[in-house]
Structures are given as C-alpha cells and as structure tokens.
C-alpha cells in the first residue's frame, strides 16, 4: 500500500497528558499537511511542511502543539498537556509541490481526552 | 467566518439520477477548488478539482463546474449510483492550504 497512513488510528488519554502522532507521506510526495476534523465538520488546516521546512501555521496551532519532519519523510504531531477540546480526528495529508492543491489523505487519528 | 460553505447537510437521490451538490465561497485569492468524498472511519478521498480559471471539468461520472461571479461550484454526479453514498466536501486552495467545507451526506437509494 503506497498511501499516506496514519498511527495510532485512536488515542484515548486524560486530561494532561502529553500524545504523539506519526503520519507517513507517499513517499515521493515533499509536501506534508496536517488537518483537524471535528464532529460535523470539514477539517481544519492546522499547519505544513515542504522538505524538512515548516512552512505555514494556523492560528489554531497553539504553543500547546508541535509538529516537525526532521528528515522530509515522515511527520510527528505533538499536543502537550492535552484538553478536553482537543478531542478530534486528526488527519495527515501529502501532496507534490507543484499541484499542491491535489492533497491525500490518511486515515486519521482519533484522538479522545476524557 | 466561514470562507467556505455548504449550506445542504443531506441530499437524497434515486439511484440513476443526478445528484448535484453546492458550495458557495467568498475568498477570491482562491485558485483552486476540490471536491472529495469521505467514508465513515477513512480520510477524505480526492475526487475531482477545477482552477480557478476555468468554468467547468469532467472525470466520467463527475463533473464540477465554477461560477466565479457568483462564488459558486457545484459537483454533478450522473448517473449517481449507490455506492456513492457518503458525506461530499467541497475545497478551496489558497496557496496549497485547503479550507474545507461542512460536508453534505448524499445517500443514493436503489
């Protein structure tokens, strides 16, 4: 399978608790997205990486999240101290750069804090 | 504010016919716009784009056409079968990052 996967695909954890996702591009995609999807909603831009470079955030990135690609390849999503309001699908996207519109996705982490 | 919406939650269809979802926008630095699918449980599958310099695109059953006077796409499935049915995004791309719509459910009933 040479699509974008995602792990865990669910994450439940308490209120504080630090989480980490992984999400694992196509592998000739240099392009790295991460999204937000809540209960009847689209998803959310959070943030994306070109290569190693972290390009773009959203303003619903706050200081309480952290994302890197430290080689261009795969990606880490970190939410420190975690809320009730993180509570969410999180989703991975990649794309190439020059049709950076045309963006798969993974399946998606659902992420739970009780 | 919502820079993109869709403003149908649900459509049903009989299978055979057409089914014509809308999505309406109001930022005009959008270049590109999208239409994809989801199942329950996967990510959103990429089904069709358009730039935003053309009127209208089509991939078999799939069609998506834009009016940029109006800040309107819609996506035209004909004939609309029932393993269509799941929950339809449409996309703008501004700069690579997409802002996504709220999702209508199209359920195609046989």
């Known amino acids: 399978d040479t699509g974008v996967s995602q792990d865990p695909r669910h994450k439940i954890t308490k209120r504080g608790q630090n989480v980490t996702f992984r999400c694992d591009p196509i592998s000739e995609h240099n392009r790295l997205y991460w999204y937000r999807q809540t209960l009847g909603q689209g998803p959310e831009f959070l943030t994306y990486?070109?290569?190693?470079?972290?390009?773009?955030k959203s303003r619903l990135l706050s200081d309480r999240f952290s994302a890197e690609r430290p080689k261009g390849s795969f990606s880490t999503l970190e939410i420190q101290r975690t809320e009730q309001g993180d509570s969410a699908m999180y989703l991975c996207a990649s794309s190439l750069a020059d049709s950076s519109y045309e963006q798969y996705f993974g399946p998606g982490t659902r992420l739970t804090v009780t | 504010d919502q820079q993109v919406k869709q403003n149908s939650p649900s459509l049903s269809v009989q299978e055979g016919r057409i089914s014509i979802l809308n999505c309406d926008y109001t930022?005009?630095?959008?270049?590109?716009f999208l239409w994809y699918k989801k199942y329950p449980a996967e990510g959103p599958t990429f089904l069709i784009s358009?730039?935003?310099?053309?009127d209208k695109n089509e991939d078999g059953r799939f069609t998506v056409f834009l009016n940029k006077s109006a800040k309107h796409l819609s996506l035209h499935i004909v004939p609309s079968q029932p393993g269509d049915s799941a929950v339809y995004f449409c996309a703008a791309s501004e700069r690579g990052m997409l802002t996504f719509g709220g999702g209508t459910r199209l359920m195609v009933k046989p």
């Open positions: 930022n005009s630095m959008f270049d590109y």
């Open positions: 358009i730039s935003s310099i053309k």
């Open positions: 990486f070109q290569n190693e470079a972290q390009l773009e």
